[in-house]
């Protein structure tokens, strides 16, 4: 059963402005992982966060958890248009490297 | 270059015939596994690895068999394919103690 799920579906903003996503999950978690998806490639992995931490930093992008809430949130800021992908969270909650459980993801759109 | 690579990324094929997707890494990872991604619904694991001669079954095993006979090669095996087996498929491998996982550029697969 899908344990992640992506709001909004889609995003549209303007270059320069910030986007946000967030992940919603139901079952508790080891850990969360961000990865991104440009049109019909392989997914590249951004960020992880464990379930003991509550904001992790990388360049431009901010993770936000908080297990009470079991949500995500992925910020990031100054978007170009190279940030036009979908991106999917992917929680982990087995404790295992293999029984990771992606979200439908969310469609960001950049335009120039 | 590190990488995982798949073959064959386009394939038409018709219902029964039997097919074999390969996928191979160059990482001396550990951890494999294989996933399906379809519209609206995410990517849903098919089966993963944990070693050689070592596979489990994911969310959604049914129709896929796989074998992991060397540490590089997991390749998905489709016995008798089926209209509902059509979907996009991504191997990917995962770095020892980093949850990390690596993706294969995809196989986009038709069953008729």
């Known amino acids: 059963s899908q344990q992640g799920e992506e709001d909004p579906q889609a995003l549209s903003i303007q270059e320069g402005e910030n986007a946000t996503m967030n992940c919603s999950y139901k079952t508790s978690i080891n850990n969360l992982q961000w990865y991104r998806q440009n049109s019909g490639r392989g997914l590249v992995h951004l960020i992880l966060?464990?379930?003991?931490?509550r904001e992790k930093h990388s360049g431009r992008l901010r993770v936000t958890l908080d297990t009470s809430k079991k949500s995500s949130s992925l910020l990031i800021t100054a978007s170009r248009a190279a940030d036009t992908a979908s991106y999917f969270c992917?929680?982990?909650?087995?404790?295992?490297?293999?029984?990771?459980?992606f979200g439908t993801g969310t469609k960001l759109q950049v335009i120039p | 270059e590190a990488q995982v690579t798949q073959n064959p990324r386009y394939l038409i094929t018709v219902t029964g015939k039997k097919l074999t997707v390969t996928c191979s890494q160059n990482?001396?990872?550990?951890?494999m596994s294989w996933y399906r991604q379809d519209p609206g619904l995410g990517l849903r694991q098919i089966y993963y690895?944990?070693?050689?001669?070592?596979?489990d079954k994911g969310d959604v095993p049914e129709g896929y068999k796989v074998s992991r006979k060397e540490k590089r090669n997991f390749p998905l095996i489709l016995e008798s394919p089926s209209p509902n087996q059509t979907s996009l498929y991504f191997c990917?491998?995962?770095?020892?103690?980093?949850?990390?996982?690596?993706f294969g550029p995809g196989t986009r697969l038709t069953v008729t």
């Open positions: 966060i464990r379930s003991n931490e």
């Open positions: 690895s944990m070693n050689v001669e070592v596979t």
């Open positions: 992917a929680t982990d909650h087995s404790g295992g490297y293999q029984k990771v459980t």
């Open positions: 990482m001396n990872h550990e951890y």
């Open positions: 990917a491998s995962t770095r020892p103690g980093s949850y990390e996982q690596y």
